[in-house]
């Protein structure tokens, strides 16, 4: 009889742990996502760049369109006051020198003119004014020295220092807007208004 031999038992094998060996699958794609807080920040932000890039935009495109019209229509504000005084004057039997007729005359027709001009400049502009704007600066001071004056007999030289007074402050007023002017063709339309203004004053003062 062989001897009976001892009993071993095998050598347990031990369990790999498989936790998370397959979670890449089972997770793929499952990143998590931004916090709802940060998502509604972005979308601010977002939504203010696209405000600022189309404002960018529209001051570009209309940027040139219009520009800064108060100075324009100062002027014409001021064309209309010279034209009136000038036409008021046309229209009576007050004047009695006829170089006073003649300024009186070519300043109402080149006023007028130029008026016309600028007007039509606003208008391509955008800017149509009414002629209650136009007539913002009817001066009722002026109207009473000017019936002053006729009651007097001064009504010539008067009304030549009156127009000369508007039109220095109206070639002060042209001189300034064209500093601001945004293009060319404003440029182009104060420069010949100006001109204009010039050769007027320069009239007023010529006696025969």
């Known amino acids: 009889m062989q001897p009976q031999q001892p009993y071993y038992s095998s050598p347990t094998s031990p369990v790999p742990d498989n936790?998370?060996?397959?979670?890449?699958?089972?997770?793929?794609?499952?990143?998590?996502?931004?916090?709802?807080?940060?998502?509604?920040?972005?979308?601010?932000?977002?939504a203010v760049l696209l405000i600022i890039l189309a404002w960018i935009i529209l001051s570009i495109a209309f940027?040139?369109?219009?520009?800064?019209?108060?100075?324009?229509?100062?002027?014409?504000q001021e064309q209309t006051e010279i034209v009136r005084i000038a036409t008021a004057a046309a229209q009576t039997n007050r004047l009695t020198s006829q170089d006073t007729r003649?300024?009186?005359?070519?300043?109402?027709?080149?006023?007028?003119?130029?008026?016309?001009?600028?007007?039509?400049?606003?208008k391509t502009?955008?800017?149509?004014?009414?002629?209650?704007?136009?007539?913002?600066?009817?001066?009722?001071?002026?109207?009473?020295?000017?019936?002053?004056?006729?009651?007097?007999g001064t009504y010539d030289t008067t009304m030549?220092?009156?127009?000369?007074?508007q039109l220095k402050a109206y070639q002060a007023s042209i001189k300034q807007a064209f500093t601001s002017a945004s293009s060319g063709s404003e440029k182009t339309l104060l420069d010949s208004e100006y001109k204009n203004a010039t050769l007027l004053l320069e009239q007023s003062t010529q006696r025969n």
């Open 102 to 122: 003649n300024f009186t005359r070519t300043t109402q027709l080149t006023v007028s003119s130029d008026k016309a001009q600028l007007l039509s400049f606003l």
């Open 160 to 165: 030549t220092s009156v127009l000369q007074t």
């Open 19 to 46: 936790t998370g060996q397959y979670d890449f699958i089972v997770n793929n794609g499952a990143k998590k996502g931004p916090a709802p807080k940060n998502m509604l920040l972005f979308i601010i932000g977002a």
């Open 125 to 152: 502009n955008g800017k149509k004014l009414s002629e209650k704007q136009l007539g913002l600066k009817h001066s009722a001071t002026t109207d009473s020295a000017l019936e002053a004056a006729s009651a007097s």
């Open 63 to 76: 940027g040139g369109k219009g520009g800064n019209t108060a100075p324009l229509i100062t002027i014409a």
